[in-house]
């Protein structure tokens, strides 16, 4: 294998050219970014970036000196526009093909855009540094209220920013407990009373109606949510946090299979033993059939065993996800691990919701199969690792 | 010299915090004590919560991992060391001094 392109330039992509020099491959890597920056992390955009207190060069995932060790070519600002698959070339927006021996996919994801809303000022998602820049100045240049559609992760991220920022914040979620589809009903009210003990409002199952606005053209700008159930919300801002689409659109007519993410086998390899895909837009092969993480903790960990697997020219090895991730909100740290959507019982095994810092034990036929911990980071980092160690997730 | 707690009182593969403007976590390391900056250099999370793997600590929100005796981190995501700080034991109680101060005590 002489050389290997990678498409997508974020933490999996980034992850993965560290991989493949740290593997020992010395050949030519090329790497292509549609953002015209240097691989930044996600995590602070809806924190502390969002919230002014750290400046986007603190969020650069390598400095030059990193990026120069790894001499790859990083082609920034131009995205892959198609993938051929007699040549393994890789065909660039700017009319340029990379021919490679080895294709890794890290193009992780989109916000899922919210109908009705193209071209509307005060309308945001966030996943990008650019969504978030513009966020940020909007909130600059407005006092008004901030509606949050969507109290996921992200939503309430943003809400909890938005409200530390000094500004009213409403959430709509159209579920009727939030979260409950990861951590179920009772730990996803618990943790979704955060909200309400910081006095921001939460309208949960009740969906989006429509935006109202005001102006025409190029100056039409939202001025609030309409509710299924008739409620009129005002806004200056409104966040959409509905999730995030796999960017996948360009392998069509690859052969590469694609649905709902890149469909990889356990190994993160695709049909193609040369091509692999790696981070959030990866939909590998898991003992329960396909999954797709987006997080990221998965981002960081998958390129070692893609890597390998693609070096050695078929899978040697598989992955076993840790099923770790974070949140912060309001200054509560949230920390995931494991498979709690797999359990049929929630325990509380240290402390107290009521306190906001406890630990709750996740169990299948009464061996743990996840934990979720609020404020207790020592017992959550024993806790994770008993659970490595018993289910080897 | 900050007094951090009697020797007694910090059993091996424990960790305190001594909080202050710039917070420091102490560790007994087999009955060696270390002490560098409590918040990790990458983020904000607090060491002293973190994992102790033999001369290591491992930060428990994103698991960048520490030297103790260097406070050089041995990989991603942390990129920049934490300063260590002098341990002194004096009538069974762990001082630390902070490497800031060293030159004026
Ligand atoms: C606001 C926010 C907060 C988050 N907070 C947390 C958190 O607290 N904890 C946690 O565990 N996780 C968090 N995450 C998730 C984490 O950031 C993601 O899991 C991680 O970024 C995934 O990395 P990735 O490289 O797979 O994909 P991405 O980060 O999505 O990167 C994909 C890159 O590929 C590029 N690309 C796409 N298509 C093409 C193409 N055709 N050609 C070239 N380039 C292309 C994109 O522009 C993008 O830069 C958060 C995410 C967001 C957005
Ligand atoms: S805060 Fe310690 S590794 Fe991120």
New interface residues.
């Given amino acids: 294998m002489r050389t290997v392109a990678v498409v997508g330039a974020s933490l999996a992509g980034l ?1 993965a050219v ?1 991989e493949l020099r740290a593997q020992g491959f010395d050949g030519r890597v090329a790497v292509v970014g549609e953002e015209p920056h240097r691989p930044y ?1 996600r995590p ?1 955009l809806s924190k ?1 970036y969002l919230a002014g207190t750290c400046s986007p060069e603190s969020l650069r ?1 390598a ?1 030059d000196a ?1 990026t120069d060790e790894l001499a790859a070519e990083w082609h920034l600002g131009v995205r892959a526009d198609s993938l051929d698959p007699a040549t393994r070339s890789v065909r660039l927006s700017n009319g340029e093909e990379i021919t490679a021996d080895g294709i890794i996919i890290a193009t992780g994801g989109r916000a899922r855009p919210l109908l009705g809303a193209e071209g509307l000022s005060g309308v945001h998602t966030v996943r990008t540094l650019d969504d978030a820049a513009a966020l940020r100045a909007d909130l600059e240049n407005s006092t008004g209220g901030v509606v949050v559609i969507g109290a996921g992760w992200i939503g309430a991220e943003v809400a909890s920013t938005c409200h530390t920022l000094g500004r009213q914040v409403t959430i709509v979620e159209a579920g009727l407990t939030p979260l409950a589809r990861v951590l179920g009903p009772t730990m996803g009210r618990i943790c979704a009373a955060l909200h309400s003990d910081h006095g921001v409002a939460l309208r949960t199952g009740v969906g989006v109606q429509s935006l109202t606005s005001t102006g025409f053209g190029p100056w039409k700008r939202v001025t609030g949510v309409d509710l299924a159930d008739g409620t009129h919300l005002p806004a200056d801002v409104v966040v959409v946090g509905i999730g995030m689409l796999p960017n996948t659109e360009w392998l069509a007519g690859s052969g590469v299979a694609v649905d709902n993410g890149v469909l990889c086998d356990a190994g993160c390899v695709t049909a193609f033993p040369s091509v692999v895909a790696v981070g959030d837009v990866a939909r590998y092969q898991g003992p329960d059939g396909p999954v797709r993480h987006e997080h ?2 998965n981002a ?1 960990e998958q390129p070692a065993v893609a890597v390998r697997n693609l070096l050695a020219g078929t899978t040697i090895q598989e992955y076993r996800p840790s099923g770790y991730f ?1 949140s912060q909100q309001y200054g509560t ?1 949230l ?1 995931v691990a494991g498979h709690p959507g797999d359990a049929d019982e929630v325990a509380v095994v240290d402390g107290s919701p009521d306190d906001r810092v406890f630990v709750a034990e996740y169990r299948r036929q009464g061996l743990p199969v996840g934990v979720l911990a609020m404020n207790n ?2 017992l ?3 806790l994770r ?1 008993q659970l490595r160690a018993a289910v080897a997730i | 010299m900050i007094p951090a707690c009697a020797v007694a009182d910090l059993s091996e593969g424990e960790a305190i915090r001594i909080p202050g403007e710039v917070p420091i976590a102490v560790f007994n390391v087999g009955g060696e004590i270390y002490a560098i900056d409590d918040t990790c250099s990458h ?1 904000d ?2 060491l002293s ?3 102790l793997e033999g001369c290591f600590v ?1 930060c ?4 960048a991992s520490f030297d103790l005796r260097t406070g050089m981190p041995t990989g ?2 942390a ?1 920049k060391p934490v300063r260590t700080h002098r341990v002194v034991i004096k009538d069974g109680v762990i001082h630390v001094v902070p490497q800031n101060q060293e030159a004026v005590v």
């Fill in positions: 992850r560290e992390d602070p502390a995932l400095d990193d990221w903790t960081s974070w740290r920390q980071p020592k959550f980092g024993r690792r | 983020q999370a607090s919560e973190g994992w491992e428990p929100l994103h698991a991603a995501p990129k």
